[in-house]
């Protein structure tokens, strides 16, 4: 340690050491007893910020209208609000030295644990070739690598860090896609919208003819024909020389019983005719 350091120290120590004993003294001869209760100031009544005017007044109406008590007097309430001011003072003094102690002391603490943080990084680069001081770091590197279970368990495992890797990976992805699938669903959107050209017929191919369901048809019957009256067969003159019968001439398509009753009438006649004439 540098002199300079030497003596800047002296004198922070000495007073501190003064300090302490005149805050020692100052604290045994505080005139205010301390609160009765340790939780007083957690659960008692929080004033309000700028209340003092409003006390004063209350106090001034109190006093107009002769209010005061023995159980409850204005003049006592007046009394602590000027010692909360008296008080207010010293409190301000000693939080701005609170203050001041404070600071330096962080400033001190931070600049030698920076200090003690590259002395250990030193450490171990010189610890990998010697065995003694490697040893004697030992409780050192524990002191370090010691973590609160909170900690632990808040800590991700390489599985939940490869994960939420991964799920990182696909949102960026995703984020990328949603452009191009807006674009994809306007165009989708819009050729649906647009008007279909005509369909051109095309060759009907054959088709595996199905099977129809054949209704059942009910057919009427139709009247029986009504045969006309056969004519009444005109005597034939007796031929000389019986010849064969010739065969008749194809009757017109017209009634085929009435040709039929007509033709087998004229056949008989003339057989008969001519077995007579035999």
């Known amino acids: 340690m540098s002199s300079k350091n030497k003596t800047q120290n002296l004198v922070l120590t000495n007073y501190v050491r003064r300090v302490g004993a005149q805050l020692e ?14 939780g007083s100031k957690k659960h008692g009544i929080k004033p309000r910020k700028g209340g003092e005017r409003i006390v004063e007044a209350i106090a001034g109406l109190v006093k107009a209208r002769n209010l005061d008590s023995g159980a ?5 309430m007046l009394a602590q609000l000027e010692e909360s001011s008296t008080l207010g003072a010293l409190v301000a003094q000693l939080t701005t030295l609170l203050t001041q102690a404070s600071d330096a002391q962080y400033a001190a603490q931070t600049g030698a644990w920076d200090k003690a943080l590259q002395f250990y990084a030193l450490l171990q680069r010189r610890a990998s070739t010697d065995r003694v001081l490697a040893a004697s770091l030992q409780p050192i590197a524990s002191f370090f ?9 808040a800590r991700p495992t390489k599985l939940q ?10 949102e960026r992805i995703n984020a990328r896609a949603k452009p191009r699938a807006s674009v994809l669903e306007e165009d989708a959107l819009a050729k649906s919208s ?17 099977p129809l ?23 034939q003159p007796a031929p000389a ?8 001439a194809a009757p017109p398509i017209a009634n085929g019983v009435t040709n039929g009753v ?7 006649a003339s057989h008969g005719i001519s077995i007579i004439a035999t």
């Open 25 to 38: 003294k100052a604290q045994s001869e505080f005139p205010v007893p301390a609160p009765a209760a340790a």
């Open 262 to 268: 007509t033709n087998g009438v004229t056949n008989g």
């Open 213 to 235: 369901a054949v209704q059942p048809t009910v057919i009427a019957p139709s009247p029986a024909p009504v045969a006309a009256p056969a004519p009444a067969p005109a005597p």
């Open 161 to 170: 860090t490869r994960a939420s890797a991964n799920l990182r990976k696909a």
């Open 241 to 248: 020389v019986a010849s064969a019968p010739q065969p008749a």
């Open 145 to 153: 690598a010691y973590r609160h279970e909170l900690v632990l368990e």
């Open 194 to 210: 647009a008007p279909q050209p005509a369909a051109v017929a095309q060759p009907s191919q054959p088709v595996a003819a199905q």
């Open 72 to 76: 409850l007097d204005s003049t006592e």
